[in-house]
């Protein structure tokens, strides 16, 4: 690997890193602040909604700026929700903002993959990359179940400076100010991230447009993008399937909180390690398929997403940690050794359709659509009364029945247009 690509996986650790503490910590403050349940499961709905109003401009920004310069500010803008969140706005609008950075952000990480390495070890980068996302996952839940709860809590509030009131006064409070170091060292590490030998792809702006003329544009190039990659014939089935992964996925980071504390009784610092231990399992898989699985061959991992859909719908007849954790981590597996082929696949056909930024913008747009929808219909039903084990089945029956049609169209698609499948896969294979 370049020596750039260690540069990328050290921002993106840190920066994930402080993502996810700061999840736990923003549930650990709205509890604080005696917020209803539903409040705490709009944190996540919350955090994907710029994913979802940007998708049209970030990845056209990531693709017209050396994408180093687009993490470095989309890290600024995180900061910013923290110093917001810190001096009282309230937590879901400060959370969102933070949530605004983290969509400008993947755009110009997932881009960089691209621009600096050839097709050959896409696979293997995907690998590494979520790999240490969810090893950051794992950190980050367990950093963020410290910093609020137990003798690191009241060891940063014992802190205090002579003839100034800070007015940091609670144990969410002080846990952000250590996020926000943390955001500044990803900062750091994006300032030393080379420049790539990529052609920046302009805003395609008209100078005979006002400035809403020159944004309708940028919205109809955004879904000119996202058509094409969902008319691509491996394009699509690699968007559904990651679609529907992360969709899943992103709340159910939420709903083994919910879960733990209802079948477990466990408290947010307890709970926060049962997320970590699902992240374990994922990472593992992760690492696993970056070793064994090859782009040509990504397609023949979908049957495992009807396997987690099941898995899922198990969790509702597990009542003991210790029967718990292997289970969670055999469930995480399962994804990351599925989704790591899936995700290169597309990434690869995104890259020779449209440009790198642009396709993790249009994947990033329906991943968040799908956690936004699937949030906001949790968050619905908990304010309605719905318990985690409600969900749980909800989300198991979803997940089962989905990847089940996803199978079904590959199949659809591979009977019916073989000799642009077989073309398409032979370019994964010499495309370098």
């Given at each position: 690997m370049k020596r750039g690509f260690y540069t990328i996986m050290s921002a993106q650790f840190f920066s994930s890193l402080a993502?996810?503490?700061?999840?736990?910590?923003?549930?650990?403050?709205?509890?604080?602040?005696n917020g209803p349940e539903w409040t705490r499961a709009a944190l996540v709905p919350m955090f994907a909604l710029f994913y979802v109003i940007l998708a049209p401009f970030?990845?056209?920004l990531a693709d017209s700026r050396p994408k180093g310069q687009v993490m470095f500010a989309s890290n600024a803008v995180k900061v910013l929700g923290c110093l917001m969140m810190l001096f009282g706005t309230y937590p879901l609008a400060a959370y969102a903002v933070v949530g605004l950075g983290a969509a400008a952000y993947s755009p110009a990480k997932y881009g960089l993959l691209t621009e600096l390495l050839p097709t050959s070890q896409l696979v293997k980068a995907n690998g590494w990359i979520e790999g240490l996302t969810i090893a950051s996952i794992i950190l980050g839940v367990v950093l963020g179940g410290q910093l609020v709860g137990g003798p690191v809590s009241a060891y940063l509030l014992s802190f205090d400076l002579p003839s100034f009131d800070t007015s940091i006064d609670t144990a969410p409070e002080a846990a952000i100010c250590i996020l926000i170091l943390i955001?500044?060292?990803?900062?750091?590490?994006?300032?030393?991230?080379?420049?790539?030998?990529?052609?920046?792809?302009?805003f395609k702006q008209n100078p005979t447009h006002s400035h809403i003329g020159n944004l309708v544009v940028l919205v109809n190039d955004f879904w000119h993008c996202n058509s094409r990659l969902w008319k691509d014939?491996?394009?699509?089935?690699?968007?559904?399937?990651?679609?529907?992964?992360?969709?899943?996925?992103?709340?159910?980071r939420y709903i083994v909180l919910a879960w733990s504390a209802v079948a477990l009784g466990y408290t947010t610092v307890q709970a926060s390690s049962l997320v970590?231990?699902?992240?374990?399992?994922?990472?593992v898989g992760a690492l696993i398929a970056s070793m064994k699985a090859r782009l040509d061959h990504a397609t023949k991992v979908i049957p495992l997403g009807i396997g987690m859909g099941v898995l899922v719908l198990a969790m509702n007849f597990i009542t003991n940690v210790w029967i718990a954790i292997p289970f969670l981590i055999f469930l995480g597996g399962l994804g990351g050794y599925m989704v790591v082929p899936m995700?290169?696949?597309?990434?690869?056909?995104?890259?020779?359709?449209?440009?790198?930024?642009?396709?993790?913008?249009?994947?990033?747009?329906?991943?968040?659509?799908?956690?936004?929808?699937?949030?906001?219909?949790y968050a619905f039903s908990t304010s309605m009364g719905m318990s985690a084990f409600g969900?749980?089945?909800?989300?198991?029956?979803?997940?089962?029945?989905?990847?089940?049609?996803?199978?079904?169209?590959?199949?659809y698609n591979h009977q019916h247009y073989r000799h642009e499948l077989a073309t398409l896969i032979v370019s994964t294979r010499h495309d370098d």
């Open positions: 993502d996810n503490a700061l999840f736990v910590v923003a549930v650990e403050l709205l509890r604080a602040k970030v990845g056209a955001y500044g060292l990803a900062a750091w590490f994006n300032r030393q991230i080379p420049l790539t030998l990529a052609v920046m792809r302009p014939k491996l394009g699509q089935i690699s968007l559904a399937t990651t679609t529907l992964f992360w969709g899943v996925s992103g709340n159910l970590g231990v699902v992240a374990i399992g994922t990472a995700n290169a696949l597309l990434q690869h056909r995104g890259h020779h359709l449209m440009g790198a930024g642009r396709s993790i913008a249009v994947q990033n747009f329906n991943e968040q659509v799908c956690i936004l929808i699937l949030g906001g219909m969900a749980i089945s909800c989300f198991g029956v979803f997940v089962t029945i989905m990847m089940w049609v996803i199978y079904r169209w590959h199949a």
